[in-house]
């Protein structure tokens, strides 16, 4: 769908009107009065017909007023005026992703609308990893949310809400306060598989993949976008497989062309979506979030975070050789977060998870310390013949800002007696300038596979990496 055009809005935001010209003051002229007197009776002849004529002209302007009705005369392309004054007017059913958008997420399927509600409340439906309150958010002066379905066998859903604001700014502020909500995610059972990263959609554009439960997961892609005064959230959800990115960004952008020149914001003109590291969020920027960490699946309870402290205190797996609280070339304090499993009776009182951050001078200084650590584990067998170390697996991803992530994980055994055997998970990398270590003591049905194991850390670099 070609983008809509849009004016580009003045420095301020507002759309610049044209200038008002003053009506020039005509001077009065001196009228000889007696040359203008009339006979009487022609003034009150005059007098009465301008009486009827008001009448009538008033009973005609009420026979023909329209209809108060909003959704009788709803356009979905207002004028830019009204987008900056009555917000209301700039969002209606017809801009909200209709049954033929629908399409453009799954077109093999026929899509019906099987909700369309003006405002919300609390038994309307909300997308995955968003909260009711907007307890600190501006308040939007019109919502709209509308649910679609599907035929077919494993059907997914479409849930899509957008709220109108009385400015940009707010609608700005509203946007990154649902982003931080994402890149938590405080859904029960939820874990971030991964964020969404967009470039072209909208003046603001950002999404998260979501799995909730782990024996039969269903799978939640959420982007959230802003144009102008109004913030779109769009969700497909469906069982067992994570519904596709690219063809939501599609269906977003439909959504976005809809509403953008009303919205007084930019459209969506060759827009991309990548994967990448979820929105900034959690109760401790830079550290792991509970919903970054993959969910054990023989396991019901969930992961909580201890307060960073800024003296390490981990034994590790013994092989590391680093005094963890004493790392040379730091610039700040290191910093520790210990994450442990709750509402699980069956977890061992051994599990849990340690994260360490370490900032450094510099990249340079960064990698030097990953590359001594993973030489330590590497060839801790030489040194102590209890100890097992598998072949270190190389972690590698992308943080915020281009930040480059590369390290390594392992799996460590150390042999306590010959009937003893402990496991242990490490985890060592860099992003830029910081360095991250991992350490994970799980239990024989609580662990993760080795592929968890690699994306915890990558994901742990991703979010160090939001940070300075």
């Not at 968003?130 to 307890?135: F, K, P, Y």
Request: overall charge negative; hydrophobic content about 35%; proline content about 8%.
């Amino acid at each position: 769908t070609p983008p809509l055009a849009v004016t580009p809005p003045a420095a301020d935001g507002w759309i610049q009107s044209e200038p008002v010209v003053p009506t020039p003051t005509v001077p009065r002229r001196t009228v000889d009065v007696r040359r203008r007197r009339l006979p009487l009776w022609i003034g009150a002849v005059a007098a009465a017909v301008v009486i009827i004529v008001g009448v009538v002209y008033a009973a005609h302007a009420l026979l023909t007023k329209p209809s108060a009705d909003p959704q009788a005369h709803t356009s979905s392309q207002p004028s830019q005026q009204q987008s900056s004054t009555q917000p209301a007017a700039i969002l209606s059913p017809e801009s909200m992703l209709s049954e033929t958008d629908a399409n453009l997420v799954d077109p093999d399927r026929s899509w019906q609308a099987s909700l369309t509600q003006t405002g919300i409340d609390g038994n309307s439906p909300l997308p995955a990893c968003l909260q009711s309150s907007t307890e600190g958010q501006p308040t939007p002066e019109l919502s709209m949310v509308r649910t679609l379905t599907a035929s077919g066998k494993n059907p997914p859903t479409i849930l899509h809400q957008a709220d109108a604001y009385p400015s940009p700014e707010e609608a700005t502020q509203a946007f990154t306060g649902q982003a931080g909500q994402l890149g938590e995610c405080q859904l029960e059972g939820a874990y971030l598989v991964h964020g969404i990263v967009v470039a072209d959609l909208g003046n603001q554009a950002t999404g998260v993949v979501v799995q909730v439960g782990a024996d039969k997961p269903t799978f939640h892609t959420v982007l959230l976008s802003r144009t102008g005064s109004i913030v779109n959230i769009i969700e497909v959800a469906q069982s067992g497989t994570a519904p596709s990115v690219a063809a939501l960004g599609r269906a977003s952008a439909k959504v976005t062309n809809d509403q953008c020149t009303a919205a007084v914001g930019l459209c969506s003109s060759g827009f991309s979506v990548t994967t990448g590291p979820p929105p900034l969020g959690g109760d401790v920027p830079g550290f792991l979030t509970a919903a970054d960490i993959p969910p054990i699946s023989k396991s019901t309870g969930s992961w909580g975070g201890t307060d960073p402290i800024s003296k390490p205190d981990v034994s590790g797996s013994q092989c590391e050789a680093v005094n963890f609280a004493s790392v040379a070339g730091t610039t700040k304090a290191a910093a520790q977060r210990t994450y442990l499993m709750h509402d699980d009776p069956q977890a061992p009182d051994t599990l849990g998870l340690d994260e360490i951050i370490w900032t450094m001078k510099d990249a340079k200084a960064a990698d030097a310390l990953v590359s001594k650590v993973s030489h330590n584990v590497s060839t801790c067998g030489k040194r102590q013949l209890t100890a097992t170390i598998s072949k270190p697996v190389k972690v590698t991803g992308q943080g915020a800002n281009a930040t480059g992530i590369a390290g390594s994980a392992f799996t460590v055994v150390q042999e306590i007696d010959k009937k003893t055997k402990v496991t242990y998970r490490v985890g060592i990398l860099s992003a830029g300038s910081k360095v991250v270590y991992t350490f994970l003591s799980p239990g024989d049905d609580f662990d993760f596979t080795d592929e968890q194991w690699d994306n915890l850390n990558v994901r742990a670099g991703q979010r160090a990496s939001q940070i300075k």
